[in-house]
C-alpha cells in the first residue's frame, strides 16, 4: 500500500492549488482518502473526504474554498484549494482509512482512523 501526495508549491495568496493523491495497492472502492493539514507548530487537522461510495466531506471551516475529486482510471484522488490564504500554510497529507467498506459513504476525522500516509506535500502561501 502506497499514497503519493504532490502538488504543493509556493503560491501568492489568492491563488489556487491542486494536490494529488495517487493511490496503490488497494482499491480505492474499499477505502476513504482524506486530507489532512498540519501548519507550523501545530496538531494536524482534517481537511476533507473522499468515501469510498464516492461521497465527498469537508470540515466546516474549509467549505466553500476547498473541492475534493476523484479519477479511478488514475486511482487519484484530487484536493482543490481555491482563493489561498496564508493561514492555509502547511503541509497536506493525504491517508487511506483503516477500516475497508465496500463502497460505503465513511468519512473519518481523526487521524488514528488512518492506516496509511501519504510523505506530505507543501503548501506555502506568502506575497
Known amino acids: 500500500v502506497q499514497l503519493q501526495a504532490s502538488g504543493g508549491g509556493l503560491v501568492q495568496p489568492g491563488e489556487s492549488l491542486r494536490l494529488a493523491c495517487v493511490a496503490s495497492?488497494?482499491?480505492?472502492?474499499?477505502?476513504?482518502i482524506g486530507w489532512f493539514r498540519q501548519a507550523p507548530e501545530k496538531e494536524r487537522e482534517w481537511v476533507s473526504c473522499y468515501s469510498s461510495d464516492g461521497a465527498t466531506y469537508f470540515s466546516d471551516s474549509m467549505k466553500g474554498r476547498f473541492t475534493i475529486s476523484r479519477d479511478n482510471a488514475k486511482k487519484t484522488v484530487y484536493l482543490q484549494i481555491n482563493s489561498l490564504k496564508p493561514e492555509d500554510t502547511a503541509v497536506y497529507y493525504c491517508a487511506r482509512s483503516k477500516y475497508a467498506i465496500y463502497r460505503g459513504g465513511w468519512c473519518p476525522t481523526g487521524v488514528t482512523q488512518y492506516d496509511y500516509w501519504g510523505q506530505g506535500t507543501l503548501v506555502t502561501v506568502s506575497s
Open positions: 495497492g488497494f482499491t480505492l472502492d474499499y477505502h476513504t
